[in-house]
């Protein structure tokens, strides 16, 4: 039986071109023919031809390239604040306070060796100090050119026929500059030497500033500004640490035991100390007067003191070994004095 349907129904026409018929081979001895294809990279080429593997249950799925590991940040617990050792460094800036203005009422006109030799004690205890917590190269040589350098300012500063800064500059440099040469002859400690110039200097000035403090005493009203001026270092330094002791609050840092209203509350307190000097002192000194060259005075010991408790958690944090706890703990205060005293002179100089 022949279909209901036509005949041409269902059937596809003929392409009006030839037959496509096979692909031509190449013949032997030519190569092929290169494909004219769209061109691929071989990243493409590597991602479609490889076989895929069938992710299984549980497996986190393959991320891209474009996806970067970020790292976590590292959560880093606050340091505990020692309360009895707050207290202790405390009564450490006030002894040490009022023995500096008590050492400076009894200077007088050619009267200044036991102000000089009672300096020159917290010179030694600033070198100690300073050494064993920055353990700069040839620790040893370096102390013993900052000693030195200690007495030699002292000598300065009571001997000169003019009281002035020019003398204790020139010690300073040539004391940094044979501090540096001594860590130079050493081959083992000349590779740190860079690395301790910093430290090198500090150590250095420090000892020299508190030789400015003979330097004031010799000055028209000068001791009546050793008396306002360490008087509101010592009171702003004592108050800060008494108040971390107490209330530590806002942390500064994680890593520093130290707190903002400590900070504020002793500068304050040291102003309002020196203002309250200034009402009793004669002239040139007014509350107003003390109050200002107090300001500059309690803020820079303060800060000062802040600023070794940062040095000290980065040294703790880059690994190195902590020594000798005393001296350690004795550094911000007598780098708060160090830093006051010629505060207290440029005060002294430009506002009164």
Do not use: K, N
Not at 75 to 80: A, C, G, L
Not at 181 to 200: E, F, K
Not at 284 to 300: D, E, K
């Amino acid at each position: 039986m022949f279909p209901s349907t036509s005949p041409e129904a269902g059937r596809e026409s003929w392409p009006a071109g030839p037959h496509p018929g096979p692909a031509a081979t190449p013949t032997r001895g030519q190569p092929p023919a290169p494909r004219t294809g769209p061109a691929t990279t071989d990243g493409e080429r590597r991602e479609r031809g490889g076989p895929r593997r069938a992710r299984r249950a549980g497996e986190p799925a393959r991320r891209s390239e474009d996806e970067v590991d970020e790292p976590e940040e590292e959560v880093v617990p606050p340091v505990e604040v020692r309360r009895q050792l707050a207290v202790t460094i405390a009564g450490f800036a006030a002894l040490l306070g009022l023995g500096l203005v008590l050492g400076a009422q009894t200077s007088g006109p050619g009267h200044r060796l036991p102000f000089a030799f009672i300096i020159f004690g917290v010179q030694l205890l600033f070198v100690l100090a300073w050494t064993m917590a920055m353990r700069p190269p040839a620790l040893l040589v370096v102390a013993g050119i900052s000693a030195t350098v200690a007495a030699l300012v002292d000598i300065a500063a009571v001997q000169t026929d003019v009281a002035g800064l020019a003398p204790l500059g020139y010690l300073a440099a040539g004391g940094f500059l044979a501090a540096v040469l001594g860590q130079l002859v050493r081959r083992v400690d000349r590779v740190r030497v860079t690395d301790s110039l910093g430290a090198t200097l500090l150590i250095v000035v420090g000892v020299v500033a508190f030789g400015t403090l003979i330097v004031l005493s010799r000055i028209p009203a000068g001791t009546q500004a050793i008396t306002v001026c360490l008087s509101a270092s010592g009171v702003a330094l004592t108050v800060a640490r008494l108040t971390d002791a107490v209330l530590p609050w806002p942390r500064l840092a994680p890593q520093v035991p130290r707190g903002a209203a400590g900070v504020v509350a002793g500068a304050m307190v040291g102003t309002l100390t020196s203002a309250l000097l200034g009402s009793y002192l004669v002239a040139p000194f007014t509350p107003t007067r003390a109050a200002v060259i107090g300001l500059v005075a309690a803020v820079t010991a303060v800060l000062s003191d802040l600023a070794v408790g940062y040095a000290e958690a980065g040294r703790l944090m880059a690994g190195e070994t902590p020594t000798m706890w005393v001296a350690r703990h004795m550094q911000g205060p007598l780098g708060g004095f160090a830093l006051a005293a010629p505060a207290a002179y440029a005060m002294c100089m430009l506002f009164l």
